[in-house]
């Protein structure tokens, strides 16, 4: 049971244009949503977040935007850089206390077209 | 700046064969948590510990353990390696009362043959 799902396993976006990476969840128990960027043989990184009281978190080229309703997330990279090109994985957490444990969605990656 | 270092970056083992996937981290994080990255499937969580000798089940835990004997060092045990256990391993590491980002070490390739 895939409770966080990326439909899209690749995404190819020309440099300078806007990628959108998506990501829906089906648990209405999550409350904190995170994107995390992988590199071949590298360990995944923390990249922005957003809790389910917000509908939109930005930190520079990255925007997060919350869908409670439609439960659905999505990353926005404006402008997109060759450096952007990765795996994009969307994670999230319950609410319950002490259920510290992340869900990940199964990955989408993401090619910059030079 | 946080550091989750990983004893093996690649491994070769046999079936039948235990294998001791290592794990240190140097943030006094109370939350260590191991995963396994395969293509199609994302990170699925392995087992994960919230504090010295306490261990809780992931959602994957069958042919797996681990060992938490001190808060910096997180162990994962194969005890019979199988073929299905090729995988990328990833360990991880948060502090306690944290909203949920992870610091990730860079990942053990297992190949099982």
């Known amino acids: 049971d895939q409770q966080v799902k990326q439909n899209s396993p690749s995404l190819s976006v020309q440099e300078g244009r806007i990628s959108i990476l998506n990501c829906d969840y089906t648990?209405?128990?999550?409350?904190?949503f995170l994107w995390y960027k992988k590199y071949p043989a590298e360990g995944p990184t923390f990249l922005i977040s957003?809790?389910?009281?917000?509908d939109k978190n930005e930190d520079g080229r990255f925007t997060v935007f919350l869908n409670k309703s439609a439960k659905h997330l999505s990353l926005h990279i404006v402008p997109s850089q060759p450096g952007d090109s990765a795996v994009y994985f969307c994670?999230?957490?319950?609410?319950?206390?002490?259920?510290?444990?992340?869900?990940f969605g199964t990955g989408t990656r993401l090619t910059i077209i030079p | 700046d946080v550091k989750v270092t990983q004893s093996s970056r690649y491994l070769v083992k046999r079936t039948g064969e235990k294998v001791f996937l290592e794990c240190v981290q140097d943030?006094?994080?109370?939350?260590m948590f191991w995963y396994r990255q395969d293509p199609g499937l994302g990170l699925r969580l392995i087992y994960f510990?919230?504090?010295?000798?306490?261990?809780e089940k992931g959602d994957i835990p069958e042919g797996y353990s681990v060992s938490r004997e001190k808060k910096e060092r997180f162990s994962l045990i194969l005890e019979s390696a199988s073929t299905n256990q090729t995988s990328m391993y990833l360990c991880?590491?948060?502090?306690?009362?944290?909203?949920?980002?992870?610091?990730f070490g860079e990942g053990s390739r297992l190949t099982v043959l």
């Open positions: 991880a590491s948060r502090g306690g009362g944290s909203t949920g980002e992870l610091f």
């Open positions: 648990n209405s128990m999550f409350d904190y």
């Open positions: 957003i809790s389910s009281i917000k």
């Open positions: 994670a999230a957490k319950e609410v319950n206390f002490g259920n510290e444990k992340l869900t």
């Open positions: 943030m006094d994080h109370e939350n």
């Open positions: 510990s919230y504090d010295v000798k306490m261990k």
